[in-house]
């Protein structure tokens, strides 16, 4: 009998030892530091969530991404940076937000947008056919005339001007402003938005003017 469970317990201890060596990958690999504050996965090992098994971060809870590290999906590295996923919170569906990115609507619409693409010109100055296309953008005090250039057709100019400011456009001296059936050489406004079209190289065209405008 004593014989008999002497045998028993050597191999219980072989099949112990046996077991350790079988998860021995495991034992090097992903281990607890000293202490018991830190889980570590070494090169080669691995966590494994199984079907139904989630890890979860509770309030307050952080997973650092240190630089050089990859967070992946489906094994498809993300490689936005943090800056670059930020743009996203605070965006709201639909409304240009600052320095946010922008989230159409369902309808693929959104509004607020700015096409601010200048607001240099001085006093007096004359636009050129490279400006077409432009969005000029007043946010001074400071009262400026612009003169514009001499069409031959196909282009347009948007200017938006802060509530502050005064803007005077100048047709230039061969041709003349339309707004809405009238003709002007001249227009002003203390505030407001247009965008000046020419179709036939003989007139520019106020069109979506919002705001007063005034004619001269």
Same mark, same amino acid.
């Given at each position: 009998?004593?014989?008999?469970?002497?045998?028993?317990?050597?191999?219980?201890?072989?099949?112990?030892?046996?077991?350790?060596?079988?998860?021995?990958?495991?034992?090097?690999?992903?281990?607890?530091?000293?202490?018991?504050?830190?889980?570590? !996965?070494?090169?080669?090992?691995?966590?494994?969530?199984? +079907? +139904?098994?989630?890890?979860?971060?509770? +309030?307050?809870?952080?997973?650092?991404?240190?630089?050089?590290?990859?967070?992946?999906?489906?094994?498809?590295? !993300?490689?936005?940076?943090?800056?670059?996923?930020?743009?996203?919170?605070?965006?709201?569906?639909?409304?240009?937000?600052?320095?946010?990115?922008?989230?159409?609507?369902?309808?693929?619409?959104?509004?607020?947008?700015?096409?601010?693409?200048?607001? =240099?010109?001085?006093? /007096?100055?004359?636009?050129?056919?490279?400006?077409?296309?432009?969005?000029?953008?007043?946010?001074?005090?400071?009262?400026?005339?612009?003169?514009?250039?001499?069409?031959?057709?196909?282009?347009?100019?948007?200017?938006?001007?802060?509530?502050?400011? =005064?803007?005077?456009?100048?047709?230039?001296? =061969?041709?003349?402003?339309?707004?809405?059936?009238?003709?002007?050489?001249?227009?002003?406004?203390?505030?407001?938005?247009?965008?000046?079209?020419?179709?036939? /190289?003989?007139?520019?065209?106020?069109?979506?003017?919002? /705001?007063?405008?005034?004619?001269?």
């Amino acid at each position: 009998m004593k014989v008999s469970i002497k045998i028993l317990a050597v191999l219980c201890v072989a099949v112990f030892i046996a077991g350790l060596a079988i998860n021995a990958g495991y034992q090097t690999n992903v281990y607890m530091k000293q202490g018991g504050a830190e889980q570590v !996965i070494a090169s080669g090992g691995q966590i494994t969530v199984e +079907s +139904s098994g989630e890890i979860e971060i509770e +309030s307050g809870g952080t997973i650092d991404v240190e630089s050089g590290g990859a967070l992946k999906i489906a094994g498809t590295q !993300i490689t936005p940076s943090a800056a670059e996923f930020n743009y996203l919170d605070g965006s709201v569906a639909g409304t240009a937000v600052a320095s946010k990115a922008l989230v159409l609507d369902s309808a693929k619409r959104a509004t607020g947008i700015v096409a601010y693409t200048d607001s =240099s010109f001085a006093d /007096g100055d004359t636009l050129t056919v490279a400006d077409y296309g432009k969005v000029f953008a007043l946010y001074a005090t400071t009262k400026k005339t612009v003169v514009l250039p001499v069409t031959t057709g196909g282009g347009s100019i948007k200017f938006i001007v802060d509530d502050a400011d =005064s803007l005077v456009i100048d047709a230039n001296a =061969s041709q003349k402003l339309v707004d809405g059936t009238t003709e002007y050489e001249k227009e002003t406004t203390v505030a407001g938005t247009v965008e000046l079209i020419s179709v036939d /190289g003989t007139y520019w065209y106020m069109v979506g003017a919002t /705001g007063t405008w005034t004619g001269y």
